[in-house]
């Protein structure tokens, strides 16, 4: 059983830290699977530095953490939301006090290609969230243990292959299906396969 938490309250809320927030939606979400089911972590791009503090939160033991094309949180922390140069960029952008949706921050020919058809894009679209700039201001902990547990990274494409190169640095299982930063929309079916591939393997090298 898979569960995906909404973040939208989270996205709407206007005072830092949001990162107790994430957690806690997480940690819900978590508490409704069934008992007994090993609890495996999946975080997407800027979830990633989320997934500690998540790991600490929940209510249940997380077996195993997959960063999908995602940040890696410091070995250390706390960790930026966003570099100085990104927080330099999204302050030009800000109006109303919030950023625009995500979509719009980048080349118009680059994000179309990042969809596979018109609706699906005007589907997300749709509940994209304007978040408030601190969102991007705050800075995330990285308790220390968190990833005492099965790790691994699955690679899409650039920009991201530093952080698989980081990930095998960090001796964690890395594997890659070949696409844009979104392709779970491209091809759900080769990243559900690959994903449930990579946590097999975990719980086989751990027999």
Not at 138 to 160: E, H, M, T
Request: aromatic share 8%; net charge negative.
């Amino acid at each position: 059983m898979t569960v995906v938490p909404s973040l939208v309250d989270v996205a709407n809320a206007d005072d830092p830290p949001f990162w107790p927030r994430v957690a806690a939606k997480v940690n819900d979400a978590v508490s409704h699977l069934p008992q007994g089911q090993p609890i495996v972590l999946v975080a997407h791009s800027n979830a990633g530095l989320f997934v500690p503090v998540v790991v600490q939160a929940a209510c249940r033991p997380v077996a195993g953490c997959l960063f999908v094309d995602a940040r890696l949180p410091f070995r250390t922390g706390p960790t930026p939301a966003a570099s100085p140069e990104r927080l330099n960029y999204l302050r030009t952008k800000v109006t109303e006090d919030r950023l625009p949706q995500w979509t719009t921050w980048w080349n118009e020919d680059d994000v179309a290609l990042l969809f596979p058809d018109p609706q699906t894009r005007s589907a997300i679209s749709a509940e994209q969230p304007r978040l408030p700039l601190s969102y991007y201001e705050q800075k995330i902990p990285v308790p220390a243990g968190w990833d005492n547990r099965s790790c691994g990274y699955l690679l899409f494409g650039p920009p991201y292959d530093r952080m698989a190169q980081e990930a095998r640095e960090r001796g964690w299982d890395v594997d890659r299906v070949p696409g844009g930063h979104l392709h779970q929309l491209i091809d759900p079916d080769a990243v559900t396969t690959r994903i449930v591939a990579m946590t097999e393997r975990w719980g086989s090298s751990a027999n």
